[in-house]
């Protein structure tokens, strides 16, 4: 999966616990972006860094969720409390080639993510 | 109306036929297209992108756009089984100033031996 390595790949919660998981794109990648897919659904952006700055966080529901990429390199995304709701695939996704309108975007294993 | 749209199946087709998968877009001024593949408790896998109107041809996929009718769609070719799986069109979308990938929902596709 593109060299992009998520952890942990499932994790099963109780309500208003947190959780945080790890995206670590095994060779420097600028730009890196945090998906969330519903059972059904098409992947949603979450939020997209560029190196360190977080240029596009307008979908991230900022009351519980947070994200960081320190150093430009690893990303962690934490959910604060979670929600029955917040069940569903959080997928990481780095982009390769051109820049622009013709940037291509892969996308790492994902972490499952259960609440109950 | 949804920023791109897929019928979301089941789409069931016979081992060896064409599997034919369409996708529309609301911006007209989008210009790159992406499809993926998910198989199932898997993380989408990039299969094609197309830029220019017309047909894009790799082994036994084309993709095909139109832009006037805001139309891409994917044909598969001698379908097998492997190829079960759901197919997501995703769009370069400017929103807010923003570029953005936006995904449809989905088909399913079904090859039945």
């Known amino acids: 999966e593109a060299g992009v390595v998520q952890s942990p790949r499932y994790k099963i919660i109780e309500k208003k616990q947190p959780v945080a998981f790890w995206c670590n794109p095994i060779s420097g990648h600028n730009t890196l972006y945090w998906y969330l897919q519903n059972l059904g659904q098409g992947p949603e952006l979450l939020i997209r860094y560029e190196n360190e700055e977080a240029v596009d966080d307008s979908q991230l529901p900022k009351d519980r969720f947070s994200a960081e990429r320190l150093k430009g390199v690893d990303s962690t995304l934490k959910i604060q409390p979670a929600e029955l709701g917040d069940s569903a695939v959080y997928l990481c996704?780095?982009?390769?080639?051109?820049?622009?309108?013709?940037?291509?975007?892969?996308f790492g294993p994902g972490t499952r993510l259960l609440v109950l | 109306q949804k920023e791109v749209e897929q019928n979301s199946g089941p789409l069931s087709v016979p081992e060896g036929a064409i599997a034919s998968l369409n996708c529309t877009y609301s911006d007209r001024g989008s210009q790159s297209f992406f499809w993926y593949r998910q198989y199932s408790g898997k993380s989408p896998e990039l299969i094609m992108s197309i830029y220019s109107n017309g047909d894009k041809e790799d082994g036994r996929f084309t993709a095909q756009l139109n832009k006037a009718s805001q139309y891409v769609s994917l044909l598969i070719r001698d379908s097998q089984p492997s190829d079960s799986a759901t197919y997501l069109c995703a769009v370069n979308l400017i929103i807010q100033g923003a570029q953005k990938l936006v995904f449809g929902q989905g088909t399913r596709l079904t090859i039945n031996p």
């Open positions: 996704a780095i982009s390769l080639g051109l820049k622009g309108i013709r940037e291509t975007q892969y």
